[in-house]
């Protein structure tokens, strides 16, 4: 019962309000806010984790704050509010190192920031914790694509895929370097073994739009993004779907 729970740990936070109790304010603060989340007030909960970061940071030991900034950083990259997350995390690994998730989420939004030489870093710290992290791996070789270094991104895909064979989107992002390499055949085969782990993916079926483009096999990459489409809007597969139809000598792209 969340409105129950909200109601409790609000009427407990206005005691430790009067009181002055900042290291009781901030372990109520990440409780409240979970709370106020599963009743969909975003805006409360991120208030009241405000409000119990700077409790936190008041008390020696900044009691409860890593787990207030990881709720905080987390809420704020879903609101896609990136270097206010940023910041957060910054914050939680300096109180905090080595929290391969935190070092994860950073890696992304750096990535996503196009702060390649940051994302990389936190993705090799990750590595350094554990080399057989599969997602770190992919990152670096997602890194790599971006910076179009496309050997080494296959090559961190494929550590990808030998930490973790069972993952679907590693194949995808192999064949997606491999197709740029012209290494057409093994491309073929990842985007098989893609189809096999994840067959009605819209990713998939880009994917292996992609190889046919590359392959002037007009036809098939035609019926792959239609296929893709169907499932997902995506500027790229239509700009295939354009290129797969001029091929055919058509411009019929609805």
Same mark, same amino acid.
């Given at each position: ?27 109520? @603060? ?47 990259? #879903? ?35 196009? #702060?390649?030489?940051?994302?990389? @870093? ?51 992002? *192999? ?10 055949? #093994? ?6 073994? @893609?189809? *096999? ?9 880009? *994917?292996?739009? /992609? ?18 489409? #169907? ?20 411009? /019929?792209?609805?």
């Amino acid at each position: 019962d969340f409105e129950s729970a909200r109601e409790n740990y609000e009427r407990a936070l206005a005691i430790y309000r009067a009181i002055g109790d900042r290291h009781w304010t901030s372990y109520v @603060a990440p409780r409240l806010a979970r709370a106020y989340l599963q009743l969909d007030a975003m805006d409360s909960a991120l208030a009241i984790l405000e409000e119990g970061a700077n409790a936190a940071r008041a008390v020696e030991g900044k009691p409860n704050l890593v787990d207030i900034l990881w709720l905080y950083g987390n809420l704020l990259a #879903e609101k896609e509010e990136s270097e206010r997350a940023l910041a957060y995390y910054d914050e939680l690994d300096a109180l905090a190192p080595n929290i391969p998730a935190v070092l994860h989420r950073r890696a992304n939004l750096l990535y996503d920031a196009k #702060e390649f030489a940051r994302a990389q @870093a936190d993705y090799e710290h990750a590595l350094a914790l554990d080399p057989n992290d599969a997602w770190a791996h992919n990152g670096i070789g997602n890194v790599r694509e971006a910076l179009d270094d496309y050997e080494g991104a296959a090559a961190a895909y494929t550590q990808a895929i030998g930490a973790k064979s069972d993952e679907p989107a590693f194949y995808r992002n *192999r064949a997606r370097a491999l197709i740029v390499l012209n290494r057409l055949a #093994e491309a073929q085969v990842d985007c098989e073994e @893609a189809s *096999r782990l994840d067959p009605d993916f819209p990713k998939t079926y880009g *994917r292996w739009g /992609d190889l046919h483009l590359a392959r002037g096999e007009w036809s098939a990459a035609e019926t792959r993004y239609r296929a893709a489409l #169907e499932k997902e809007d995506s500027r790229d597969w239509r700009f295939g779907l354009a290129v797969a139809l001029w091929g055919q000598g058509r411009d /019929d792209v609805g």
